[in-house]
């Protein structure tokens, strides 16, 4: 008989804390390898993103230079539609880096749009077709303004 078999702490199984939590994130697995279909979403917000702002940016230059009546109105109202598209590329740039997915270049081939991508390791190309891309952002800047007269309309209640 050894001393620990008489010994009663010896016959519960204890862990310290940080062995505790290296085995609970051992055990929550990160994903490996290729991009999610959710990081595959999170790369194209991330590849349209930017040519929404570009578009909103001239329509708040034509607004700007208008003659129209009511230009400070459209105008505000672009600015908003521009500063919410700046929060949602900055949230999406930073959850691709969060997941350790890169971006790296862009090339344009007949008539899609090529971007190069790391994703946690494994190099890919992620493609999209340019009237894709027209459609995408059509429906996004509906989106858009659907939420901006959602809040219109509760604020003039």
Known sequence: MSKLEGNVR???????????????SRSHAKPAGRATPEELTMIRDYVLLP?????????????Q??????KKV?????????NRVMK?????????SRRNIKILSDEQ?????????VCRGYEERFGMVREVMRSEIS????KYISEMSALLKDYAK
């Open 109 to 117: 081939a007949d008539l899609v749009v090529y971007h190069q991508y």
């Open 51 to 63: 040519h929404l702002l570009t578009i909103l940016q001239n329509c708040l230059e034509e607004v």
């Open 10 to 24: 010896w016959q519960s199984k204890m862990l310290l804390t940080e062995h505790q939590e290296q085995y609970e």
């Open 139 to 142: 429906v996004r800047l509906t």
């Open 65 to 70: 230079n208008s003659s129209n009546v009511l």
């Open 88 to 96: 949602d590329i900055s949230r999406v740039k930073r959850e691709l």
């Open 74 to 82: 459209y105008a505000a109202l672009t600015q908003l539609f521009i």
